[in-house]
Nanobody, 121 residues
Framework: QVQLVESGGGLVQPGGSLRLSCAAS????????MGWYRQAPGKQRELVAR???????NYAEFVSGRFTISRDNAKNTVDLQMNILKPEDTAAYYC???????????????WGQGTQVTVHS
């Protein structure tokens, strides 16, 4: 069994900052790419940022240098530092990871339960 647990969401004023954290646990052999996605009401889930095991990052255009993704391979964690938040960043944020686990002995995509970020004055 593999679990991804997010934390760090909340309510923040426009221009503020939040840091999201995600920890993968369970019968993990290896973790490949990790990332953050978001889904606003009535919209499709979209990529926010991804990071490879080697630390290569990829960001959605709307991030525009405001967010930073990082990971700790030893702890199987991925963080998202979000600065200069805007009302349009309001969404449920989901952690995603590509994990090789036992006893299934194959790579699979795993998701967290989501954490709500609300940007409102």
């Amino acid at each position: 069994q593999v679990q991804l647990v997010e934390s760090g969401g909340g309510l923040v004023q426009p221009g503020g900052s939040l840091r999201l954290s995600c920890a993968a646990s369970g019968s993990i052999v290896n973790v490949n790419d990790m990332g953050w996605y978001r889904q606003a009401p009535g919209k499709q889930r979209e990529l926010v940022a991804r990071i490879t095991r080697a630390g290569v990052t990829n960001y959605a255009e709307f991030v525009s240098g405001r967010f930073t993704i990082s990971r700790d391979n030893a702890k199987n964690t991925v963080d998202l530092q979000m600065n200069i938040l805007k009302p349009e960043d309001t969404a449920a944020y989901y952690c995603n990871a590509n994990i090789f686990a036992v006893p299934v002995f194959r790579w699979g995509d795993y998701w967290g339960q989501g954490t709500q970020v609300t940007v409102h004055s």
